[in-house]
């Protein structure tokens, strides 16, 4: 695989994440999914990074864009949402990406119910960061300039 020219860092969001600041700003902030768009715009900007910010409620569109990286992407921040605990196919696509991967959570996962503790996109991830709130966007794009 020939590696990519540009410095692209594909910002995915999974299931549920349209809905950020009207769904349970108690635990996810009243951020919307645009102010989060604008915040990871302006910190790859800073980092001479540029972004490809999507979201999707369907795991085979998820898995498009991970195949989508791989031939036109550097990276990949993946907020996987309900997709964390359930979808190998996901990671397999992560796998065959051959890009690092950063995994992103708005809540501390490790903090809620059981069921969220168990990730298969951190068996793929250069690193977690979870509970930061959308403050953890830009942390995970400050890692991903240090990676590459």
Not at 68 to 86: D, F, H, K
Not at 128 to 147: N, P
């Amino acid at each position: 695989m020939t590696p990519p020219t540009s410095k692209t860092i594909f910002v995915l969001n999974g299931p549920n994440l349209n809905l950020l600041g009207q769904r349970e700003p108690e635990k996810y902030g009243t951020s919307t999914l645009d102010d989060v768009r604008e915040l990871c715009e302006e910190t790859a900007s800073g980092l001479g990074l540029a972004v490809e910010f999507r979201q999707s409620n369907h795991e085979g569109v998820l898995i498009d864009w991970i195949q989508e990286a791989r031939a036109s992407g550097s990276g990949i921040i993946l907020n996987p949402a309900g997709y964390t605990t359930t979808s190998i196919a996901i990671m397999d696509a992560l796998l065959a990406a051959e890009l690092p991967v950063i995994e992103v959570h708005i809540t501390n996962i490790h903090r809620r119910e059981e069921f969220r503790h168990h990730s298969y996109v951190s068996k793929v991830a250069e690193a977690v960061i979870a509970g930061a709130g959308v403050h953890g966007y830009r942390l995970a794009l400050e890692h991903m300039a240090r990676l590459l």
